[in-house]
Nanobody, 116 residues
Framework: VQLQVSGGGLVQPGGSLRLSCAVSGEGYAIGWFRQAPGKGREAVSCINVYHDMIDYGDSEKGRFTISRDNAKNTVYLQMNSLKPEDTAVYYC?????????????WGQGTLVTVSS
């Protein structure tokens, strides 16, 4: 299975971005992770095919929303009220849980930079 991530870029603090993760197959639970410079990879959210969601990051709760369109095999991460500390490379992957080691297939990542 292949995952294609898109939607990153430069945004000002308080702005919004929507990331997309297009999956080449059906029926996969998908997680979003991020890795800031000099830090480890941390889980953001995951969603299964039934739209059950789990949010992992306390700092993102209320600002980030994961969703999916099963007809398009695409998972989204809507990010609002972005902060400079959200700057990171964002990845999607197949799997569940908060530990990145439990995920099997990874997209290439997209850089999100929050800066004025």
């Amino acid at each position: 299975v292949q995952l294609q991530v898109s939607g990153g870029g430069l945004v000002q603090p308080g702005g919004s971005l929507r990331l997309s993760c297009a999956v080449s197959g059906e029926g996969y639970a998908i997680g979003w992770f991020r890795q800031a410079p000099g830090k480890g990879r941390e889980a953001v959210s995951c969603i299964n095919v039934y739209h059950d969601m789990i949010d992992y990051g306390d700092s993102e709760k209320g600002r980030f929303t994961i969703s999916r369109d099963n007809a398009k095999n695409t998972v989204y991460l809507q990010m609002n009220s972005l902060k400079p500390e959200d700057t990171a490379v964002y990845y999607c992957a197949t799997g569940v849980g908060s530990n990145w080691r439990g995920y099997q297939n990874w997209g290439q990542g997209t850089l999100v930079t929050v800066s004025s």
